[in-house]
């Protein structure tokens, strides 16, 4: 069993950048880049939804609020994705998760808080 470790959470102020990352120690390179790679968010009294999500083949969507502010990439060397937000908006608001889902494995992340606010 994979445990995904994230970080990069905090509060910043509205037109601010912030980077998380989400990092799975013991897997190994070839079995990362079969992984499809994604960032959900959760914002208070609301539903899960997709961020961005990162495919094995190299395509890429984001959902529509946070295209062209939100960029995903992934570094096999460092077992890593990312997720840089810029020009945040107090909507950003919400606890990000990161997923590493294939066919043989659906791993999610403990959380980090994001918390947009002047």
């Known amino acids: 069993q994979e445990q995904l470790v994230e970080s990069g959470g905090g509060l910043v102020q509205p037109g601010g950048s912030l980077r998380l990352s989400c990092r799975a120690a013991?897997?190994?390179?070839?079995v990362f880049w079969q992984q499809r790679l994604a960032w959900y968010r959760q914002a208070p009294g609301k539903q899960?939804?997709?961020?961005?999500?990162?495919?094995?083949?190299?395509?890429?969507d984001y959902a529509e609020s946070v295209s062209g502010r939100f960029t995903i990439s992934r570094d096999a060397s460092r077992k890593t994705m990312y997720l840089q937000m810029n020009n945040l908006k107090v909507e950003d608001t919400g606890v990000y998760y990161c997923?590493?889902?294939?066919?043989?494995?659906?791993?999610w992340g403990q959380g980090t808080q994001v918390t947009v606010s002047s």
């Open positions: 997923n590493f889902f294939s066919a043989h494995n659906d791993y």
């Open positions: 013991r897997m190994i390179t070839s």
């Open positions: 899960r939804e997709m961020v961005a999500t990162s495919y094995p083949r190299g395509n890429i």
